[in-house]
């Protein structure tokens, strides 16, 4: 069943840019979908639209049975709790430790303390970091950051992982081990949907939508993929 469903979705930014135009794709429960293309091809507002950031001009979105034109205020929050956000950029509170970052998420939606210190290290064991747990994040490096972002984004049991370009300033053998992280989720049921310029990962999707100047170009199952 689809977890995600754009149908004839268009979007546009004030100035009539077109970000979006026309868009139909439906993402599976559980299913790995990469978002390809050049910038400003349309991915982030894609995701964007999913996290109800952004609404659609026109057309229908929904995200888990609920229609993202449709969302009252209050279901914004109850729509978020079901999707964890990996961006570029991770935002990790600098002056605490990386146990008390991913704790956050938890203690924010009123998990009881333990529970999340619990959660928190099982988290932190499954992207490879339980070792690293009371360090400040600046000690860690740009792809040990990432994955513990990863961690954050999961800890709350999402159904959906949205990542807009979580390995652009990795190297080959991190932005591996931040894909792999996230496949480990995909594996337990969660949807993910990844936005990404880089090649070398493609085969680890189950399906590469390319994007083009707001349109769907073509979609692409890999050969080596988890589904071919
Ligand atoms: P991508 O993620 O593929 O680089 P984006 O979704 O960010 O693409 O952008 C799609 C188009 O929308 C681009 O032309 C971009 O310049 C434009 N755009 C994105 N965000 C905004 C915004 N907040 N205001 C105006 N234009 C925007
Ligand atoms: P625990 O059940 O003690 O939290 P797990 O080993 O089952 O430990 O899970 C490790 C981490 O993965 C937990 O923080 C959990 O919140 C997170 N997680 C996120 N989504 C899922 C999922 N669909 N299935 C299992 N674990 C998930």
Redesign the pocket.
């Known amino acids: 069943s689809a977890m995600i469903q754009f149908q004839n979705v268009s979007k546009c930014y004030p100035g009539n840019i077109v970000a979006v135009q026309d868009v139909s794709l439906s993402i599976s429960q559980g299913e790995f979908v990469f978002l390809s293309g050049p910038s400003g091809a349309g991915k982030s507002t894609l995701l964007k639209m999913i996290a109800a950031i952004e609404r659609p001009d026109t057309g229908t979105l929904t995200v888990n049975g609920q229609e993202i034109g449709q969302l009252k205020p209050a279901g914004i929050p109850y729509l978020r709790r079901n999707l964890g956000l990996i961006l570029q950029k991770q935002n990790l509170l600098p002056d605490r430790t990386i146990l008390a970052n991913v704790m956050l998420p938890m203690l924010v939606t009123g998990t009881p303390k333990d529970e999340a210190d619990?959660?928190?290290r099982?988290?932190l064991e499954?992207v490879d970091l339980a070792h690293r747990a009371e360090a400040f994040s600046p000690t860690l490096s740009e792809g040990e950051q990432q994955r513990v972002a990863v961690a954050r984004a999961?800890?709350?049991?999402?159904q959906i992982i949205l990542a807009d370009e979580p390995t652009a300033n990795l190297d080959r053998a991190n932005a591996n081990k931040v894909i792999d992280a996230i496949t480990f989720?995909q594996s337990?049921?969660?949807t993910c949907v990844i936005s990404t310029h880089d090649e070398q990962l493609f085969g680890k999707a189950d399906r590469i939508v390319f994007l083009n100047q707001g349109k769907i170009d073509h979609i692409e199952q890999p050969m080596n993929g988890k589904q071919a």
Do not use: C, E, Q
């Not at 999961?154 to 999402?158: G, L």
């Open positions: 619990s959660r928190a099982a988290a499954k999961i800890v709350n049991r999402p989720f337990a049921g969660v």
